[in-house]
């Protein structure tokens, strides 16, 4: 029965995150990759995610405050983290990036500084929430391959 | 697009199919190497253009290669450029964050059979086996 209602709690969670889009339909092709001989690997996935993206993002924020940006480098980095970021389903950071180029490459550095700073806030939203998600999963062990997320139209 | 259960009834058929996954993220080539084993397949990952290439010189051929376009050392559309130059004739499928019709247009022109945008999906994996299963067939009949 406490199983039972733990499960129930997850589910929410977990549809929550679609519900508020900061998680996409690319989450449950993700999710699809679990297997027995793979129980763990969406929080696998994302605990390499968020150890890359963590560095990613100080460098970034390192970068963006000194005097002279190097903007293609700058540039890069948010490309390879906008690629990371959408093949997990990390909806809001991944549209947060693009908004953080596009003022860049305007020239706009300020708008791009705020923008960058509504990303890391994106971020660590995604995971301060996922943290406890996956915790509880750790508690009730694998759960079966989760349905398409009411409202996601993403494959 | 439904996937459904093509995917494992086609596992069998693919399991002969030999696939190189080219990128510099570790990430990517750990998503990717998995999409491509929930298919049956088997793949060789390596990091940049220039360890693709280097395989090819080796003697070692593909049937399917996914490639990423931005890396350092050698990129997507160098490697691609440098291995039809030499007569591969792999499949060599793009797969890249870059997604504005230029880029991807530079990109297969680079030598592509297909581009896709990150990130990858199983419906574009099954498309792609789907394609290769094709030329088999053709291969077969001529």
């Known amino acids: 029965m406490e199983s039972s209602h733990l499960r129930q709690q997850i589910a929410a969670m977990r549809q929550s995150f679609f519900d508020e889009e900061i998680l996409d339909g690319q989450f449950c092709q993700l ?24 560095t990613l993002l100080q460098t970034v924020e390192q970068e963006i405050e000194t005097d002279t940006i190097d903007l293609a480098k ?5 490309h390879k983290f906008k690629g990371s970021s959408a093949s997990i389903g990390a909806n809001k950071v991944r549209n947060n990036i693009t908004k953080t180029r596009q003022l860049l490459e305007e020239g706009n550095l300020e708008g791009a500084k705020l923008a960058f700073r509504e990303l890391r806030m994106e971020h660590d939203n995604l995971r301060a929430k996922l943290e406890p998600y996956f915790q509880q999963l750790r508690q009730v062990g694998p759960v079966e391959t989760a349905t398409r997320p009411k409202g996601s139209d993403h494959a | 697009m439904v996937l459904g259960n093509d995917a494992s009834s086609s596992s069998l058929s693919n399991k002969n199919l030999s696939v190189l996954v080219v990128d510099d993220d570790p990430l990517i080539r750990m998503l990717h190497d998995n999409y491509l084993k929930h298919f049956g397949l ?5 990091e940049n253009g220039k360890e693709a290439v280097d395989l090819f010189q080796l003697g070692t051929s593909f049937d399917l290669i996914l490639m990423d376009k931005e890396m350092p050392i050698m990129n997507g559309v160098e490697a691609t450029k440098a291995l039809r130059d030499m007569g591969a004739t792999s499949m060599i499928v793009g797969v890249t964050s870059r997604g504005s ?9 680079a030598g592509l059979d297909f581009c896709f945008e990150k990130p990858l999906t199983f419906d574009m994996i099954d ?3 789907k394609e290769l299963n094709v030329n088999d067939d053709d291969d077969t009949n001529n």
């Open chain 2, 42 to 46: 088997k793949p060789l990952v390596v």
């Open chain 1, 74 to 78: 700058v540039d890069m980095m948010l």
């Open chain 2, 101 to 109: 019709p230029s880029e991807m247009q530079a990109f297969m022109e």
């Open chain 1, 31 to 54: 999710e699809r990759l679990e297997n027995r001989g793979n129980p763990n690997f969406v929080e696998e996935v994302l605990t390499m995610y968020f150890r890359d993206s963590t």
């Open chain 2, 127 to 129: 498309f792609i086996l």
